[in-house]
């Protein structure tokens, strides 16, 4: 029972446009919302959350939207970078101090030179 | 390094062996998760731990997985009798605090399994 969904395994964007990466979840009682950036060989890295509260947060050039009703948030990144290829991973967590990280289970971004 | 910090970074076991995974967590850190990433899947949460206490294991194997995080040192994951369905990345992250959603991650071990 996967609770946090990423439909798109992949996407290709060409440098200086927009990606936008979906993610979907299930349970309702999900608080908060995070992205994470994973390149090859290495760990997770955080980029970048949205509470419940908040339909829209911003960071530089990733802005993540959530659309409570539609249990829907995306992650769009302006203008895109090669750098920015790696595997993004969507996670939620609830609103408990012990409830744990779920992930969703990524998508590969690619950014065409 | 200030960071989390993984070893091995690759583990190479027969069927039937022990793994042991070891993570020293940020500095300060007293909170421990760690998440196992099959090839082609996403992170799959396995457990979170407290200094010396297990706070939800609720993704961990019934059998033959089990994790500590001991008032000193690092937090270990242990696999006994290793099978191929084992042979994963594994992934520990911390945290300082309760309710803190931003983890740190490690880079993992890749364990082979043959």
């Known amino acids: 029972d996967q609770q946090v969904k990423q439909n798109s395994p992949s996407l290709s964007v060409q440098e200086g446009r927009i990606s936008i990466l979906n993610c979907d979840y299930t349970n309702s009682m999900f608080d908060y919302f995070l992205w994470y950036k994973k390149y090859p060989a290495e760990g997770p890295t955080f980029l970048i959350s949205i509470s419940s509260i908040k339909d829209k947060n911003e960071d530089g050039r990733f802005t993540v939207f959530l659309n409570k009703s539609a249990k829907h948030l995306s992650l769009h990144i302006v203008p895109s970078q090669p750098g920015d290829s790696a595997v993004y991973f969507c996670a939620a967590s609830g609103k408990t101090s012990y409830d744990k990280v779920i992930f969703g289970p990524g998508t590969s971004l690619s950014v065409i030179p | 390094n200030a960071g989390v910090m993984q070893n091995p ?94 983890l740190f991650f490690g880079s993992g071990t890749q364990l082979s399994v043959l």
């Open chain 2, 9 to 102: 970074r690759h583990l190479v076991r027969r069927r039937g062996q022990e793994a042991r995974l070891r993570c020293s967590p940020v500095k300060g850190h007293s909170h421990v998760y760690w998440y196992r990433q099959l090839p082609e899947e996403g992170l799959k949460f396995m457990v979170y731990l407290q200094k010396e206490n297990i706070i939800d294991e609720s993704g961990m194997p019934k059998e033959r997985f089990s994790a500590e995080f001991p008032k000193e040192g690092p937090s270990i994951l242990r696999i006994q009798q290793v099978v191929r369905g084992d042979s994963a990345a594994y992934f520990c992250a911390s945290s300082p605090m309760r309710g803190t959603e931003k």
